[in-house]
């Protein structure tokens, strides 16, 4: 609404003056309550006009108030103005009109929402287009017949992230383990290779400024001899600073500076200078020395190291990380095999104790229709009971329940053998670590045997053997080397700072900065003066900081030698731990051999034992009681047998994971990747770019050693081997050998089967293989 301006005010005294002002100052602060006021605004006013203060007429008090009046005209002025302002804005309070609607504003501050991060869906490569097996689902099967070295070498191909049967992926991701995890250090921009190295790299810097400068000065002096000082300026700067391996700090600087003003004591009215300087720094004592710098880098703070060495050190570590995750994987993956293997093995035991309980119940029911002897009720309802005992059986061996299976770290440092879970649990267990999909219209079946013969390790040999080669003790011993190193650079500290400085500078002055003019004499350009050599300087100095006390240097060293005495001290005890497995291993892998050799009499005892029962039974010789209890005995023995088998074959395999030869046992061989074609054909130019270079070696011999050189991961076939192989195709199964014989017993069912496992069809095939030496590469590091 429009509002009418307010009558003018007569002129009031000066104390009339401080009280509008007083009243401004209230309607600045409080608008509102200023308005709704106003009529009230104008009274003290005229209360305050008739009283006045005594007029003063001396020339003092005129002079005072003369000087006094326009400044208070413009406060006057400035407080009417702000006072009227809120008063203009005076109208009806409108409400807030939102854009949208008001389910736009919530009252809440955070929601669970759904990221906006690019779908990498397993869904979209087909692993969840067929359901998995089951037993009320069997489908159609089709068995893929897959040896130890090929599972192995699709496990390795397959696993772009280490798995593992713990499912630590999904409570800890950034725990687990990755192909990239290598060059993720390598390449990392604070404590990498490169990071550490880039300390290090020639450094330029450069600015321009230009400014323009009108000021009065107080004094005629400051301004050359002018007291309005109007000023066109512009500085240039450029330098390059390099920092050596022995600490010293060279720099080379070029600087222009441009001057025009007003001032009367200058030559010209504008003029150049520049310089050209160089410059270093060099530590005599603490900061200095090629060990030192290569360890901690140019730092100057105790405890804070991050020098070329050390990176080096965390790469090697990180090396020895990603060793022990694959290691594990392969020990993973050959203890699901062996898994799978005894779960066919105690399924075809458990069909056969089923089948000849069928057929010993069904004989009895015939006697029990019949009424003849030998078919009483009891002796038919205990033949039945046991043939559903085998029933559930043979149901839970194949089905099997989701409880632990056999895996790394659980019992032993490979895994102790459990043999708990079915053929569908193991088989979708070793998919798992394959990288498969739970189910594809296939069965994986092991064509592998395990090896039967003794085998027998030489003690001494085992133990020099695990100590030297154990990855653990390897990243260990790279920890401790780490601290070493840093115990060495903290006693560096210890010494004061004492920097030798130098520097040496050509100046040039001139009228223009190039241009060449005759009349100007020795200044017509300031580069020409500049090369003329005339003016030149240079400073040659000490610094010295010395920290009383030294406080912080002593607690880093004290630090330091605390931290070397903890990593020694985790090195004896792991070299401990290992000899303790190392132990365990052969004594597990000698008592699985005589389990294997006893539960092997054991079966052909129980097999004759059946055999002659059944002829007993069968001549009315010998209760229904016997003949049960001993197919009972046949099939628990068969299980147990290729129980202990199994186990032989996850003993030997402890053996050497406990002293660190497992992957050159499965023939794994760890190194780096290829690199992509652009990479090849950019080093190839650069390559033609530099021409034929001079070798030159600027590697000091007093560096400290951080290691002993290249591991021999596999002295048979390291020089042998490619870098890489491309991966083994996994979508056609194996042919399966018709013609061989079956392995076990596998009698003829005669009712129908629930359990979805044809008798006839032989379980496990023999396919023994020669292992080559498999490669697993490694992400390629930074180039």
Same mark, same amino acid.
């Given at each position: ?11 009031? +005294? ?8 007083l ?6 602060? =409080?608008p ?18 008739? +009283?006045?203060?005594?007029v ?21 002025a ?11 804005a ?19 501050a ?5 990221p ?10 087909d ?5 998995p097996?089951?037993?009320?689902h ?40 990755t ?25 330029f ?20 001899? /002018? ?18 391996? /022995? ?8 600087n ?7 001032a ?31 360890i901690?880098?140019? /730092? ?6 991050? !020098? ?12 020895a990380?990603?060793e ?28 056969a ?8 119940w ?9 009424g ?6 009891e ?16 149901? =839970?061996?194949?089905? !099997? ?5 056999t895996?790394?770290g =659980? ?18 267990r070793?998919?798992m ?9 296939r069965l994986?079946? +092991?064509?592998?045997?395990?090896i ?35 115990w060495?650079?903290?006693? =560096? ?13 050509w ?24 090369t ?31 931290q070397?005495?903890?990593q ?18 052969v004594?597990d ?39 049960l ?10 299980s ?7 186990e032989y ?42 021409g034929? +270079? ?13 290691s ?8 048979a076939?390291?020089?042998?081997l490619?870098?890489?192989?491309p ?12 013609s061989?014989e079956?392995?076990?017993?596998t ?31 490694l ?5």
């Amino acid at each position: 609404m429009a509002t009418r301006d307010p009558p003018a005010l007569p002129a009031a +005294p000066d104390c009339q003056r401080g009280g509008s002002l007083l009243v401004a100052r209230e309607l600045l602060v =409080n608008p509102v309550v200023g308005r709704r006021k106003r009529q009230h605004v104008r009274a003290p006013a005229r209360q305050a006009r008739a +009283p006045g203060p005594p007029v003063r007429t001396s020339l003092q008090s005129f002079r005072s108030m003369s000087h006094a009046r326009p400044a208070s005209r413009l406060i006057a002025a400035l407080a009417l103005a702000c006072s009227l302002a809120p008063g203009c804005a005076v109208r009806k309070e409108q409400p807030f009109k939102a854009a949208c609607d008001d389910d736009c504003y919530k009252a809440i501050a955070t929601k669970i929402e759904y990221p906006t991060v690019q779908q990498c869906c397993a869904l979209e490569d087909d692993w969840a287009a067929l359901p998995p097996v089951t037993l009320a689902h069997p489908g159609e099967i089709e068995y893929w017949n897959l040896g130890l070295e090929e599972t192995i070498q699709i496990a390795l191909a397959q696993s772009q992230v280490i798995r593992d049967l713990g499912g630590a992926v999904l409570r800890s991701p950034g725990d687990a383990t990755t192909t990239v995890d290598p060059a993720l250090q390598e390449t990392d921009p604070r404590f990498g290779i490169d990071a550490a190295l880039s300390a290090f790299d020639a450094q330029f810097s450069t600015s321009v400024y230009a400014e323009k400068n009108d000021r009065a000065l107080n004094n005629q002096f400051f301004g050359g001899g /002018t007291r309005i000082l109007q000023q066109d300026a512009m500085v240039f700067q450029s330098a390059i600073t390099k920092q050596a391996a /022995t600490g010293t700090q060279f720099t080379a600087r070029h600087n222009i500076d441009y001057d025009a003003n007003n001032a009367p004591g200058n030559q010209f009215a504008s003029a150049w200078n520049t310089n050209i300087e160089t410059e270093f720094r060099h530590p005599l004592l603490q900061g200095g020395g090629i060990d030192f710098n290569r360890i901690a880098g140019p /730092t100057r703070t105790p405890g804070v190291y991050n !020098g070329v060495l050390i990176a080096r050190v965390n790469t090697d570590v990180k090396l020895a990380d990603f060793e022990l995750a694959v290691r594990d994987l392969v020990s993973n993956v050959e203890n699901a095999y062996w898994d799978l293997y005894f779960a066919y093995r105690d399924l075809d035991a458990k069909v056969a104790a089923r089948d000849a309980s069928l057929e010993t119940w069904r004989k009895i029911q015939a006697l029990y229709s019949t009424g003849r002897r030998g078919g009483e009720a009891e002796k038919e309802a205990q033949a039945r009971e046991q043939y559903f005992l085998f029933q559930e059986e043979v149901q =839970n061996a194949l089905s !099997g329940r989701l409880i632990d299976g056999t895996r790394t770290g =659980n019992g032993s440092g490979g895994g102790t053998f459990r043999g708990q879970g079915g053929v569908h649990v193991a088989e979708r267990r070793l998919r798992m670590l394959l990288g498969l999909s739970p189910a594809d219209g296939r069965l994986i079946r +092991p064509a592998d045997e395990p090896i039967n013969a003794p085998l027998v390790f030489d003690w001494q040999e085992v133990t020099s053997e695990a100590v030297a080669r154990r990855a653990e003790l390897r990243r260990q011993r790279f920890l401790t080397r780490r601290y070493e190193l840093e115990w060495i650079a903290s006693k =560096n500290h210890l010494l004061p700072r004492l920097d030798a400085v130098g520097r040496y500078r050509w100046r040039g002055f001139g009228h223009d900065l190039l241009d060449n003019s005759p009349t100007l004499g020795r200044f017509d350009n300031a580069y020409g003066n500049l090369t003329d050599g005339d003016f030149q300087e240079w400073q040659l100095g000490m610094e010295m900081t010395i920290p009383l006390g030294y406080r912080q240097a002593f607690a880093g060293v004290r630090n330091a030698e605390l931290q070397l005495a903890r990593q020694r001290a985790l090195l004896r005890e792991q070299e401990r731990q290992v000899l303790h497995d190392v132990a365990g291993a052969v004594a597990d892998l000698d008592r699985a051999r005589m389990i294997s050799e006893t539960t092997a009499n054991r079966l052909a005892a129980a097999q004759q034992q059946l055999a002659a029962t059944t002829a007993a039974y069968e001549a009315d010789k010998a209760p229904l009681d016997l003949l049960l209890e001993a197919q009972r005995s046949v099939a628990d023995a068969e299980s147990r047998h290729f129980r202990s088998l199994a186990e032989y074959a996850v003993a030997m395999k402890n053996v050497h994971f406990a002293k660190g030869t497992l992957l050159p046992y499965d023939g794994v061989y760890l190194s780096e990747g290829p690199w992509c074609r652009e990479a090849y054909a950019d080093a190839a130019q650069l390559e033609r770019r530099r021409g034929k +270079p001079r070798e030159l070696n600027y590697a000091s011999a007093r560096a400290p050693r951080v290691s002993r050189g290249s591991y021999d991961q596999h002295p048979a076939m390291a020089q042998a081997l490619p870098l890489a192989e491309p991966a083994p195709p996994i979508s056609a199964p194996a042919e399966t050998d018709e013609s061989a014989e079956p392995l076990a017993p596998t009698p003829e069912a005669e009712s129908k089967d629930t359990s979805a496992v044809d008798p006839n069809t032989e379980i496990l095939p023999t396919l023994h293989t020669a292992a080559p030496a498999r490669q697993f590469p490694l992400p390629p590091a930074s180039q």
